[in-house]
């Protein structure tokens, strides 16, 4: 797990991009402690709200100049609704760098990162590391329709090899970023992929990059109560390296799972083969 810092972040910027609020975050002493797939976690409601539970973010960049973290917000419900609506000169509560980070290649690799959405966000900082370490990169970006796609400059600033998909057909093909992952793995040579955003999306893009004997790995979106290890709300069944499965917290240990060891057909039940499952009654469904 991370070495996370709690502090009243000072909002200094709320850009509005397509669909998202980008909320520039004055956070000192945080961004030095982050690395590509760390998330933070933002109080909301303010005292004696009935929004209790903290709501977790990607941390979309960390500037240690500036002292600065960025976080991509979709208004969904009142929580992110909130926070995309904060102020300039407005302090959030917030914690980060939390979760384990996107495992980063030894020697230089060929990456393709893959998003859906705001998925993307934490994916340019990867990038840029990954091609820092003299690596090559290729986007596949994908979204419900163009005010989905969040970052397409930004990949393009970092690549040439930028894929664009929308399921209304709007900007780029149409369809899904599943739908031509196989030939753009080929395309530039990957051996690695990258890839987050809603868990059906990170389970077909797992089962495609495993059946072309490829290493994934998946930040995934389990909903979180604590975001620190306690409460076990965010637990996927994952097989462990000795081949046992086992629950395993997504806000520690995760978010970022080799998608080949998510068992992504049993997310939300109890398998019977899981270590444990008798106790917590194990086949219920
Ligand atoms: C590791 C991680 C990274 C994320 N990164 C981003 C991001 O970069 N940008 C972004 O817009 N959203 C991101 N999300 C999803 C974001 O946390 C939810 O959209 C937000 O918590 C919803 O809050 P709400 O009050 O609007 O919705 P409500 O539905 O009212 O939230 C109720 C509760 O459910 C939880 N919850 C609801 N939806 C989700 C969800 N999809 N995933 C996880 N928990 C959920 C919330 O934490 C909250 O406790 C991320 C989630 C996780 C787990
Ligand atoms: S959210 Fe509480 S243990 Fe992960």
Redesign the pocket.
């Known amino acids: 797990m991370a070495n996370p810092l709690q502090l009243r972040a000072e909002v200094l910027a709320n850009h509005p991009e397509g669909a998202?609020h980008r909320l520039v975050l004055h956070a000192p002493g945080v961004p030095q402690r982050v690395r590509p797939g760390h998330?933070a976690t933002l109080a909301?409601g303010g005292p004696g709200s009935a929004?209790v539970?903290r709501?977790?973010?990607?941390i979309?960049r960390a500037d240690p100049q500036a002292g600065t973290i960025e976080?991509?917000?979709?208004p969904?419900?009142?929580?992110?609704?909130e926070l995309a609506g904060a102020r300039v000169g407005e302090r959030l509560d917030l914690i980060a760098p939390l979760?384990t980070p996107f495992p980063l290649p030894e020697q230089p690799v060929s990456a393709l990162l893959v998003a859906g959405g705001?998925g993307s966000?934490p994916l340019f900082a990867l990038g840029a590391e990954i091609r820092r370490r003299g690596g090559r990169i290729g986007f596949v970006l994908g979204a419900a329709g163009t005010g989905g796609l969040y970052g397409v400059d930004q990949a393009r600033a970092l690549t040439q090899d930028v894929l664009l998909l929308t399921e209304d057909g709007s900007t780029g093909l149409a369809g899904r970023v599943t739908d031509p992952l196989a030939e753009a793995i080929r395309a530039i040579g990957a051996t690695v992929v990258y890839a987050c955003g809603p868990m059906a999306m990170l389970r077909a893009v797992s089962e495609i990059a495993v059946a072309h004997e490829v290493r994934v790995h998946t930040?995934v979106?389990?909903?979180?109560?604590c975001g620190t290890g306690i409460c076990m709300t965010c637990v996927l069944p994952v097989v462990g390296e000795d081949g046992r499965s086992r629950f395993v917290r997504?806000c520690t240990e995760g978010?970022v799972f080799d998608g080949a060891r998510v068992r992504w057909a049993d997310i939300g039940s109890v398998p019977d083969d899981l270590e444990g499952a008798a106790a917590m009654g194990g086949g219920l469904r």
């Open positions: 998202y998330f909301v929004l539970l709501r977790p973010f990607a979309h976080l991509v917000i979709a969904k419900a009142a929580g992110s609704r979760g705001y966000a930040a979106e389990e909903a979180m109560a997504s978010p």
